[in-house]
């Protein structure tokens, strides 16, 4: 799979890196911003009683 994300880049190695950068960044975004808390509020472990 990583191949196939390299080989589908367009442009030299370091536009390549600098793709694979942004790209990476976008992910951790969009993971932090939307995936994690929605996640989190279907969690039940939120109510909590001691």
Do not use: H, N
């Not at 030299?12 to 990476?24: A, E, G, N, R, T």
């Amino acid at each position: 799979m990583y191949a196939y994300l390299w080989r589908s880049l367009p442009g030299p190695k370091p536009v390549k890196i600098v793709l694979l950068i942004v790209l990476l960044a976008a992910l951790v975004l969009l993971l932090m911003e939307v995936v994690f808390p929605w996640v989190s509020a279907q969690l039940p472990y939120t109510d909590v009683t001691v």
